[in-house]
């Protein structure tokens, strides 16, 4: 079992920067692929960024490209999301997930088994 505890949401105008955590505890967590998807209400769950399971490679959605870095500290057993340039469009609750998928798909979440409770982002215009 993993377990996954987002922290750093909050709210902020836009144009502005939020930098996400998760913190991973449990089984060989830097053993898995991590990443972050996010979800508003009645909306679908949309991958924002993953990140493979020794750093080396990354993938992002292409509403994010550009504005958001994702990032790991296994020696921390850390995920980061850095946020730049947010805009109001990004509000939304953001998740951290974690598990052993194939990253040429890790935008479909049905793939991710491990997800935490979720942290909120807000951005005002």
């Known amino acids: 079992q993993v377990q996954l505890v987002e922290s750093g949401g909050g709210s902020v105008q836009a144009g502005g920067s939020l930098s996400l955590s998760c913190a991973a505890s449990?089984?060989?967590?830097?053993?898995?692929?991590m990443g972050w998807f996010r979800q508003a209400p009645g909306k679908e769950r949309e991958g924002v960024a993953a990140i493979s399971l020794g750093g080396g490679s990354t993938y992002y959605a292409d509403s994010v490209k550009g504005r958001f870095t994702v990032s790991r500290d296994n020696a921390k057993n850390t995920l980061y999301l850095q946020m730049n340039s947010l805009k109001p469009e990004d509000t939304d609750i953001y998740y951290c997930?974690?598990?052993?998928?194939?990253?040429?798909?890790?935008?479909?979440?049905?793939?991710?088994?491990?997800w935490g409770h979720g942290t909120q982002v807000t951005v005002s215009s």
């Open positions: 449990g089984k060989l967590s830097s053993r898995y692929h």
């Open positions: 997930v974690a598990d052993c998928v194939a990253l040429g798909s890790w935008y479909n979440s049905a793939f991710w088994g491990y």
